[in-house]
């Protein structure tokens, strides 16, 4: 297969890796990402990966209860760790060599987030998974994604969803009448205030020109189909 992005960023939910369970970690999804993403680093891809942490702990849904939001937000990064060392274990399982570096220093467990160390990590062919966030409250891990593309100059952001196949102009899951985008540019999504991803993370894209797609994650090699610039979900340029 033809590959069209050399370099990707994939940019996993929490809740994804949750899988039907709502919470937490199912091994079977985590392990069917990694073996997609095997698949990809067959194909010569570099890739780097950013884990949400919305499947054990959400610092904005803690912040509304009256918690400090830059407290719940650390909480939040936290939970990204666990969630990039559940998805390390399983490609390494499979004999994917696998980096973690995180925004925020915790030695014993992963490397410290040093952008040449992780340009390097690709280059050698092995996954990088960024934790932790920006190492910031009141950043979301969408804007990580979008940060950590520009950093590595990625060409691409694959925005893999667990319940959705592309972008609507509503929640799909509530109202059948959704409209399903195919293309949109940068400025449609701030425009029409599309939950895609937040402003911060849609702007360091159009800024940096780095294209995304959304699309559903699956299980039959969606990631892989994504990266080779087939036809699916949604394609967000300017």
């Known amino acids: 297969m033809k590959?069209?992005?050399k370099r990707a960023v994939l940019k996993l939910s929490?809740?994804?890796l949750a899988g039907t369970r709502g919470s937490g970690i199912d091994s079977g999804v985590v392990n069917t990402?990694?073996?997609?993403?095997?698949?990809?680093?067959?194909?010569?891809?570099?890739v780097a990966c950013v884990v949400g942490g919305g499947n054990i702990w959400r610092g904005a849904a803690a912040s509304k209860e009256g918690m400090d939001r830059a407290t719940a937000d650390y909480m939040g990064m936290l939970a990204t760790?666990?969630?990039g060392l559940a998805l390390q274990d399983a490609l390494e399982?499979?004999?994917?060599?696998?980096?973690t570096q995180t925004a925020i220093e915790m030695r014993q467990i992963a490397e410290p987030?040093?952008?040449r160390r992780a340009l390097r990590h690709l280059e050698k062919g092995r996954v990088v998974i960024f934790a932790a966030g920006t190492g910031n409250p009141y950043f979301s891990t969408d804007t990580t994604a979008a940060l950590r593309a520009a950093e590595i100059e990625a060409d691409v952001i694959l925005m893999a969803k667990g319940n959705v196949d592309a972008v609507y102009d509503r929640d799909p899951l509530v109202d059948a009448d959704a409209k399903r985008f195919t293309n949109l540019t940068y400025l449609e999504v701030?425009?029409?205030g599309l939950g895609v991803m937040d402003a911060t993370a849609a702007s360091l894209c159009m800024d940096n020109g780095i294209p995304i797609i959304v699309f559903s994650m699956g299980d039959d090699g969606n990631i892989v189909d994504a990266v080779c610039g087939k036809n699916i979900g949604t394609l967000i340029r300017g």
């Open 113 to 115: 987030y040093i952008r």
């Open 14 to 16: 929490g809740e994804a």
């Open 190 to 192: 701030l425009k029409l």
């Open 81 to 83: 760790v666990i969630n």
């Open 93 to 99: 399982n499979i004999g994917v060599i696998t980096r």
């Open 33 to 46: 990402i990694a073996s997609q993403i095997k698949a990809l680093v067959d194909l010569g891809v570099e």
């Open 3 to 5: 590959v069209k992005y």
